[in-house]
């Protein structure tokens, strides 16, 4: 049982590059979720999705986009990388929701920086 | 939106001594705060949580504390040991928007 998996690892890209960084959970948890960590500010809300085909804004999520369509993957895009989005990105995922008090299971973390 | 503050941002104790790590938050419909432990190159985990229709919650050495009037809620480990080193996230849950305090990076000296 691996959890949530997160690829790639670890990635370097200059400014103006696109990638995608992919989750995947085999919980089959409906809520999946991706944060950004910086030093000093702790976790922020990218985006998140309350299950298959669906996907809302966070605390932070201009310059991302995402994907759910299917129940296991979430993927996080970045159209055009900037030196701002240099960060540790976690995916995480719950069986419910952060309102009905549902724990989070995260990923070991992606580290990306833009040049 | 939710505003959560945490202090201190290090802590550096003796093995066996206590440790509290203190957050506060701005919105009053928060109710649910969990506490999450991040070891060094890993994903944040739970540790330990506590709803707003609770005000003390216990599991071995560790307990949190939870005051609603004054918005504030705090981490309290016992007896602490090495392997409690690590960086500790407190967070407030609002419709489906978990925000998470700064952090504290927690130091236990052998």
């Known amino acids: 049982n691996a959890g949530v998996t997160q690829t790639p690892k670890f990635r370097v890209l200059k400014t103006g590059q696109s990638m995608t960084l992919l989750c995947a959970q085999d919980?089959?948890?409906?809520?999946m979720y991706w944060y950004r960590q910086d030093p000093g500010m702790g976790l922020r809300l990218i985006h998140y999705?309350?299950?298959?085909?669906?996907?809302a804004k966070g605390e932070v999520p201009d310059g991302y986009n995402v994907s759910r369509l299917k129940k296991q993957n979430f993927l996080l895009g970045l159209e055009s990388a900037a030196p701002s989005q240099t960060s540790v990105y976690f995916c995480a995922s719950s069986r419910q929701g952060t309102l009905n008090t549902g724990e989070l299971f995260f990923g070991e973390g992606s580290r990306l920086t833009v040049l | 939106g939710e505003n959560v503050e945490q202090h201190p941002s290090t802590l550096s104790v003796q093995e066996g001594d206590s440790a509290v790590i203190k957050c506060t938050y701005s919105d009053s419909a928060s109710n649910y705060f969990p506490w999450y432990k991040q070891e060094l190159g890993k994903g944040p985990q739970l540790i330990i949580d506590i709803r707003s229709n609770v005000g003390e919650k216990k599991d071995q050495r560790i307990a949190v504390t939870l005051n609603k009037t004054a918005k504030h809620f705090s981490l309290h480990i016992t007896e602490t040991q090495p392997e409690d080193s690590a960086v500790y996230f407190c967070a407030a849950s609002y419709n489906n928007d978990m925000r998470f305090g700064a952090g504290t990076r927690l130091t236990v000296k052998p």
């Open positions: 999705s309350v299950g298959e085909g669906t996907t």
């Open positions: 919980m089959n948890h409906e809520y």
